[in-house]
Structure formats: structure tokens, C-alpha cells
């Protein structure tokens, strides 16, 4: 399983930007996928996961009602909008799954497969 994420950017606080990952499988509707990010000197964090069926969704609560993660099957694509962007969500944001089972917890030992990152900049 390979998974490509990208979308990240250079965005004033208060803009959006929407990330993308590309799972590598054609049969990516059976896997769920995940967010972390990763601001520089910290640790990782979970961010976002949604169910194989997009029926669960899952958020950090200092992203909640400003991110949405969504999913086409049919695109192989799991989707991150970001809204409101402040200057304490720069970082790098890596898509991943578990390969096998629903949303995990929030540690990233609990997932298998993990794309390179995407850079997403605030600017205040």
C-alpha cells in the first residue's frame, strides 16, 4: 500500500487549503485513513481518521469545526479541508492507514502504512 500526499502549501491565517492523499490500491474503500501532523521539534499528532465507509469521522479536538476529512472511493482519495487556518496548524501532514480495521486511536504505533508529508505553512 502506497500513500501520496500533497496539496500542502504557503496560506495566510484565516484561508484554507484542502489536502489530498492518493492511496495506491484500487481497493482503498477498505481501508481507513488517517492525518497526522508534525510541527517542527514536536511530537506527532493525530489529527483525523475516517472509516472505510466515511459513516465514522474522527478529529483532534483543537481542529473540530475547522477541519473536514471526507473520502471518494471511486478517486482512491481521502480529502482534508482545512478552514481557519492558524498559525499553530503549520506543519507536515502525513496521511495513513491502518491497513486492517477501523479508526485506531491516536497513537501512530496503531498505523501501518504512512505517506511522505506535505508541508502546509501559515502565515500571520
Known amino acids: 500500500v502506497q500513500l501520496q500526499a500533497s496539496g500542502g502549501g504557503l496560506v495566510q491565517a484565516g484561508g484554507s487549503l484542502r489536502l489530498s492523499c492518493a492511496h495506491s490500491?484500487?481497493?482503498?474503500?477498505?481501508?481507513?485513513t488517517g492525518w497526522f501532523r508534525q510541527a517542527p521539534g514536536k511530537e506527532r499528532e493525530a489529527v483525523s481518521c475516517i472509516s472505510t465507509s466515511a459513516g465514522s469521522t474522527y478529529y483532534t479536538d483543537s481542529v473540530k469545526g475547522r477541519f473536514a476529512i471526507s473520502r471518494n472511493n471511486a478517486k482512491n482519495t481521502v480529502y482534508l479541508q482545512i478552514f481557519s487556518l492558524k498559525p499553530e496548524d503549520m506543519a507536515v501532514y502525513y496521511c495513513?492507514?491502518?491497513?486492517?480495521?477501523?479508526?485506531?486511536?491516536?497513537?501512530?504505533?496503531?498505523?501501518?502504512?504512512w505517506g511522505q508529508g506535505t508541508l502546509v505553512t501559515v502565515s500571520s
Open positions: 490500491a484500487f481497493t482503498s474503500r477498505y481501508y481507513a
Open positions: 495513513t492507514t491502518p491497513f486492517i480495521g477501523p479508526c485506531p486511536g491516536p497513537s501512530a504505533n496503531e498505523y501501518e502504512y
